[in-house]
């Protein structure tokens, strides 16, 4: 019997951005279609997997590093990962994209004034009153991606549009 081909889709963007309600969106249709689904999201994680790690660059980067593993497990035995964390170096994506080989990244795409206005957690508030410190795009670098397989522009598009253009990637890499 001939595996399924696993694949890790990455979403990144700025806090707010919408990698977790797209993430979300696409579980549920992946989960449809009968595939094996892992969906590891950047607040979930860092309450288990990398639960005690903080906000420098160091600790970012081993979030990253730890979560890249598991997807890279998940895609191994052929099934799709999706992630959604900010991760907001690039290096850290390009070394989660050589380890784990089928990589789809998605740039979730938004101005970090829209972002700041939606604020879904109240934190872009904190961090402009100064009460959170390295706090991406008010007080810590967020680098765009430079080659992403996917870009969604989440101020004008809606989450269903967004969605039907990572679907429309993956079918056309064949991988749905
Ligand atoms: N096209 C879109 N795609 C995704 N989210 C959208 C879109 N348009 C509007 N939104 C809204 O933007 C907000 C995005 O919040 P969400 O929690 O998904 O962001 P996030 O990127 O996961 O943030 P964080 O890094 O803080 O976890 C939601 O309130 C969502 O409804
Ligand atoms: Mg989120």
Redesign the pocket.
Known sequence: MQGKTGFTVW?T???????????KLLEASLRQQRLSVERL???EMRHHLTQGLGFTREDREENIRRIAYVAASVTRVGGAAIV???SPYSQSRNDARGQIGNFVEIF?R?PLSVCAE?D??G?YAQAYRGEILNFTGVSDPYEDPLKPEVI?D??Q???Q??LGKIIGYLQAKHFL
């Open positions: 979403f963007g700025l806090p707010g951005a919408g990698k977790t309600t797209l993430a999201d950047g607040d959604a964390v900010i979730v938004c939606r879904p957690k934190l969604v989440t101020d598009e809606s989450p549009h967004s």
